[in-house]
């Protein structure tokens, strides 16, 4: 049974501490019940809504399709976007993808590419049918997702939320380090096994990762990883990821107290499966109009290359399908920043040929040219495509559609060339 256990708040080392934080006191931190492996009952109204949620999410696999696995990469950005955010920490898109294809960048740049890449480590290979998650496992991937920090389970108490630097005046305090193995052990248990709604499963799962918060640090992301986990190995998504956790990022009110219905005594397990549902249904829309609009847009900017090379006399005005500039054009939605080195190598040609295509795009106004502090010319853009990164983000984050009316509270700006109707 779940319970609530009282500590004592003494800190070894105060050094730093406000006289409040100092202060010595008691406690209560929450020990959740272990889930098993079978999926506990829920009401009418949630299993409809979980059961409503995966059929949308199946028709949006679907609908995009197996040539749609590009989109995973763009939505993960999105969604480890919309995280860095929560987290006080401002990354765009283009600064995201620069520092993931050259290695440097911000330090909050290269954490969010870790985080990406966590979250795609966790698809790839948490994910095979038949595997058997283990809490090493998600020791793993939560040190791919933190790797300054040392990979195991924490050994001390943690808390979340509040105004000081002490669990007495913490939102929420998880249970003591002494529970957690018992308590990850029996998650990795819950994730390993496939049967039910995944729906059900998935936000069961994030949501007990979130209460047990097992690690010192990088929990939400890695509580949001999981997510992907439960919902591939359950054969729920084939062919893209559906970034859910994004648009609990554009209410965090609601998604606080989402988790608190599920601590509560006894804990409102449909109203956070409720919660989650909408939230996967409203996910899984936005992905299918970014891959529309991604389709919508490679088709415009082949005819803006087409309309250049014939005003500028060069021939044939359509490039050939094996020429070097229509290639890129290809891949621009999996790999919008670009650089001569990354070019001759993915399409096996010389950097010479790779440098003249990057001219062209750039000079038909489809690149755009990134330069460093010094003004060298560091790499080329899909600025367009990139925008529509942002664009989707922003709009997991006020519910899906539209947000030129209702911005979101946090998170990076509308992008300066309109690419479509969502503002």
């Known amino acids: 049974m779940a319970h609530s256990v009282d500590l004592l708040w003494h800190p070894h080392d105060a050094a730093g501490l406000s006289r409040r934080d100092r202060a010595p006191g008691r406690y209560r931190a929450y020990v959740p019940d272990e889930l098993g ?22 028709r949006a696999d679907e609908r995009i399709g197996a040539g749609g696995g590009y989109l995973n990469h763009l939505l993960v950005r999105s969604e480890s976007i919309s995280s860095s955010w929560i987290e006080g920490n401002r990354i765009t898109p283009k600064k995201l993808a620069i520092a ?4 440097h960048g911000s330090r909050v740049a290269l954490d969010v590419v870790g985080n990406v890449r966590a979250t795609e480590e966790a698809i ?40 000081g630097w002490s669990p007495l005046r913490a939102d929420f305090v998880p ?55 439960v919902l591939r190995r359950a054969d729920a998504l084939r062919n893209v990821l559906i970034p859910i956790s994004t648009v609990f990022a554009g209410d965090t009110t609601a998604y606080l107290a989402g988790l608190t219905a599920f601590r509560a005594d006894p804990p409102r397990l449909d109203d956070w499966v409720l919660g989650f549902a909408r939230a996967a249904e409203l996910a899984a829309g936005n992905a299918v109009r ?3 609009e991604l389709a919508r847009l490679d088709g415009q900017v082949f005819d803006e290359l087409v309309e250049f090379r014939r005003a500028s006399g060069r021939t044939p005005a359509v490039p050939r399908r094996d020429a070097v500039a229509r290639r890129i054009l290809v891949g621009l939605a999996a790999e919008p920043v670009l650089t001569v080195e990354s070019v ?18 750039a000079d038909a106004g489809i690149l755009g040219r990134s330069k460093d502090q010094r003004g060298r010319l560091i790499c080329w853009t899909a600025d367009r495509h990139l925008d529509l990164v942002a664009l989707t983000e922003r ?15 946090l998170g990076p700006p509308v992008p300066e060339r309109r690419t479509s109707d969502r503002t």
């Open 290 to 292: 970014l891959a529309d």
């Open 100 to 103: 993931e294809l050259l290695e």
């Open 395 to 409: 709009s997991n984050r006020v519910g899906a559609g539209d947000t030129g009316h209702r911005r979101p509270r």
């Open 175 to 229: 249970p003591p380090e002494t529970e957690v193995r018992r308590l990850v052990d029996d998650l990795a248990r819950f994730v390993t096994a496939t049967d039910g709604n995944p729906i059900v499963r998935a936000a069961i799962a994030h949501a007990q990762f979130e209460t047990i918060h097992p690690f010192i640090d990088g929990n939400g992301r890695t509580g949001r990883a999981l997510i992907h986990t």
């Open 124 to 163: 790839d290979a948490l994910a095979e049918p038949g595997r058997t998650i283990t809490t090493a496992d998600l020791e793993h991937l939560q040190h791919v997702i933190e790797p300054t920090l040392a990979p195991g389970l924490r050994t001390e108490q943690n808390w979340v939320g509040g105004p």
């Open 344 to 361: 001759a190598m993915q399409h096996g040609v010389s950097t010479a040929a790779a440098h003249r295509a990057l001219v062209e795009l």
């Open 37 to 58: 492996d079978h999926l506990p009952p829920i009401g009418d109204e949630a299993r409809q809504a979980a059961e409503d949620a995966l059929a949308v999410l199946a």
